[in-house]
T-cell receptor, first 113, second 115 residues
Framework: AQSVTQLDSHVSVSEGTPVLLRCNYS??????LFWYVQHPNKGLQLLLK????ATLVKGINGFEAEFKKSETSFHLTKPSAHMSDAAEYFC???????????WGAGTKLIIKP | EAGVAQSPRYKIIEKRQSVAFWCNPI?????LYWYQQILGQGPKLLIQ????????DSQLPKDRFSAERLKGVDSTLKIQPAKLEDSAVYLC?????????????FGPGTRLTVT
């Protein structure tokens, strides 16, 4: 069965420094992978998705993620954090059988001024 | 393009009471989802509709939860009677179709507190 593990429940970085949010997945086949962001009291928004095209995926707001099959990882990065990036981030994989979304537990990103 | 609408945004009820949530998906989206998000966890799918038919309700606690999408557009989710452990954010999402290539668009959610 597919699963997603977000390795950090909280990540704290200073504004202007790089961001790394880690995600490992398990899947029997070639998965589709997503990162969603949830700002306080707002709906979930898709940041980026991987669907077996280029392994380096660029998303909105300067975020990108790299699909590494050998490491079963899909880490999210951003070169320079901004205060507006403070939010909860979810790594998601699609089920092989019915394409439903399987969610990680989330990583809360804290930006220090 | 209008997004997914949900109401109410917040609801506080006592245990054993009933509550209903409403969702209006993006126009033209055939697939509608209800998720439950407990604090500190990722969303959990409760039910998936394709037009007005149920595709998957395997994780819906059917002894107390029900959902309908009678005309294939808006949807309601009901809890009767509520338990303390039902305290969560209930998210509605919609997509043009079902499958990995279709992005799900989420509403702002309804935060339910059961006391």
């Amino acid at each position: 069965a597919q699963s997603v593990t977000q390795l950090d429940s909280h990540v704290s970085v200073s504004e202007g420094t790089p961001v790394l949010l880690r995600c490992n997945y398990s899947s029997s086949y070639s998965p589709s992978l997503f990162w969603y962001v949830q700002h306080p009291n707002k709906g979930l928004q898709l940041l980026l998705k991987y669907t077996s095209a280029a392994t380096l995926v660029k998303g909105i707001n300067g975020f990108e993620a790299e699909f590494k099959k050998s490491e079963t990882s899909f880490h999210l990065t951003k070169p320079s954090a901004h205060m507006s990036d403070a939010a909860e981030y979810f790594c998601v994989v699609t089920s092989d059988s019915n394409y439903q979304l399987i969610w990680g537990a989330g990583t809360k990103l804290i930006i220090k001024p | 393009e209008a997004g997914v609408a949900q109401s109410p945004r917040y609801k506080i009820i006592e245990k054993r009471q009933s509550v209903a949530f409403w969702c209006n998906p993006i126009s033209g989206h055939a697939t509608l989802y209800w998720y439950q998000q407990i604090l500190g966890q990722g969303p959990k799918l409760l039910i998936q509709f394709q037009n007005n038919g149920v595709v998957d309700d395997s994780q819906l606690p059917k002894d107390r939860f029900s959902a309908e999408r009678l005309k294939g557009v808006d949807s309601t989710l009901k809890i009767q009677p509520a338990k303390l452990e039902d305290s969560a954010v209930y998210l509605c999402a919609s997509s043009q179709g079902a499958g990995a290539g279709y992005e799900q668009y989420f509403g702002p959610g309804t935060r339910l507190t059961v006391t």
